[in-house]
């Protein structure tokens, strides 16, 4: 066989490939459609599905306690309000920002999610672009393998998408692969299902793509920089984020240095779905709604404002994969604090940190953008079409992997602070734990550790810095690497 033939059988080979994978989606739940047992686990229904359709180890409690009762009341006089202002949109910007603040009724995100990310608007400046994107990626896409293996494992503790081939499982399926041909610059990266997954539980297929393409596109939220290959938006968050915290929390900086927790290892999914599946459900719908009204800096301040008030059992743990478990896993089963009280905590941290003028990260470079023609279809060369993957490192991602090592030093020897978080206005908000709630600090033994960081200099030798980050790229395939679960 020539190489040319060998090339044509290739290709040939991944065309059925991706066109049996969509038809098992246009199938959905046919019974002829072929689903593996494992694909569709067994569960059961009652009592461990909370309101938002995540399904939970344990029975939820039979009855409502009071706190539960009054919020219920709480948030039916907010959907009156809500439907009011809806229809006579928009309204005074105070106004909107106080009730999102507040938090936006769940069975409110749908309208209001709309008109945050002007979708309507988008839909009808668009008319039929959806369809027929999605009918060349079931022609073209060169990512349906990798779609179809992320839809697979998405909120699969969820009813929603719980069954294989279910409605939601199929139009996530959809969206992906459309948009993968329409911005084809960025094609499809694994924290994407993520996103569009979550829009998706409010939204319609055709609302969602488009409600993913302002978060990817629009200025305000710029996701293209975080998923676009090197992930240059991601370097210049993860940066300021030392910045930040070196200036502001100099004890912890240094205790993270000292164990070699780069800001990468556990902001990674912070930054690229907005806390999801990082801290409680309910609690990122509320961090989603507020990005939605004021943008990417509340993705820094929400970040800052996790350590700050989880800072003392940090402080606690001497070891890189303790506080790596800690932020990555214990603080989404158990967040610590109710909603309400860690939101008011992030309003107190946006204020301080705008005060600080430290809210704003440096303003973003053009490859954080997209710069072709959004939906102008562009034919993958052959590597794509046959899916190969490559062996090698691009320039871009060699500069990522210099980057971390950069940081990483660059954290080791700098101490000097202008700023003690300890003694400024926002370390005196007063934050309380419901007395029913389990604390996730009645976990952790010892008291309390105090706050006052020293001035002493640190070296890459006092700290035994051993650059573990940057070897783990080296080893990985970086966007595996990166957005991994």
């Known amino acids: 066989m020539t190489d040319g033939e060998q090339q044509e059988a290739l290709v040939k080979r991944a065309e059925d490939e991706r066109e049996g994978i969509f038809r098992r989606y246009e199938l959905g739940l046919d019974p002829t459609n072929k689903v593996d047992s494992w694909e569709n686990p067994t569960f059961e229904i009652y009592h461990i599905t909370d309101k938002y359709g995540f399904m939970h180890d344990s029975r939820l409690p039979e009855t409502r306690d009071a706190h539960e009762v009054h919020r219920t009341k709480i948030e039916v006089e907010r959907v009156k309000k809500w439907v009011k202002m809806l229809e006579t949109w928009p309204p005074p910007p105070d106004k909107l920002h106080k009730r999102v603040y507040k938090g936006i009724p769940d069975r409110m995100r749908w309208p209001a999610w709309i008109r945050l990310l002007n979708v309507k608007q988008s839909i009808e400046n668009n008319k039929d672009v959806y369809n027929r994107m999605l009918v060349l990626a079931k022609k073209y896409s060169t990512e349906t393998r990798q779609i179809d293996a992320d839809v697979n494992r998405q909120f699969r503790d969820n009813l929603a998408y719980r069954e294989r081939y279910s409605v939601k499982q199929c139009s996530l399926f959809n969206v992906l692969n459309a948009y993968s041909i329409y911005n084809s610059e960025l094609g499809y990266c694994q924290g994407m299902a993520c996103v569009a997954g979550v829009l998706l539980l409010y939204m319609q297929e055709e609302e969602a793509f488009w409600a993913l393409n302002t978060l990817i596109t629009d200025q305000k939220y710029g996701m293209h920089g975080l998923f676009i290959e090197g992930f240059p938006k991601l370097t210049r968050f993860i940066d300021h984020h030392d910045r930040i915290l070196s200036k502001i929390m100099r004890k912890l900086h240094k205790h993270f240095t000292k164990h070699n ?3 990468l290892l ?15 459900f309910s609690l990122s719908l509320r961090v989603w709604d ?40 214990k603080l989404h089963k158990n967040f610590g604090y109710n909603d309400d009280d860690a939101i008011q905590a992030l309003e107190r941290v946006m204020k301080k940190l705008k005060d600080l003028k430290l809210d704003v990260p440096p303003p973003a470079k053009s490859n954080e953008f997209p710069t ?31 980057d971390v090592i950069s940081r990483q030093e660059q954290n080791a020897i700098e ?10 206005e926002c ?7 419901p007395e029913d709630s389990h604390s996730i600090r009645s976990s952790l033994a010892g008291t309390s550790v105090a706050s006052h960081g020293s001035s002493e200099t640190m070296s890459l030798e006092d700290n035994n810095i051993h650059l573990k980050t940057a070897n783990m790229l080296q080893n990985t395939p970086q966007r595996e690497m990166l957005l991994g679960t």
């Open 266 to 280: 556990y902001a990674i999914k912070w930054f690229f779905v907005v806390f999801v599946e990082r801290v409680p």
């Open 290 to 329: 507020i990005f939605l009204l004021d943008g990417d800096k509340v993705i820094l301040s929400m970040a800052i404002t996790i350590l700050y008030l989880h800072k003392d059992e940090l402080l606690h743990l001497k070891d890189m994969d303790a506080i790596i478990e800690y932020l990555q896993v």
């Open 372 to 402: 072709r023609t959004l939906g102008d279809f562009v034919e993958a060369d052959m590597e794509k079409k046959i899916g190969r993957r490559r062996n090698d490192y691009t320039d871009t991602e060699k500069q990522v992997i210099t």
């Open 427 to 433: 370390a005196t908000v007063t934050l309380t734990v």
């Open 415 to 424: 101490v000097q602070s202008t700023v003690s978080y300890e003694t400024s």
């Open 261 to 263: 927790v780069d800001a």
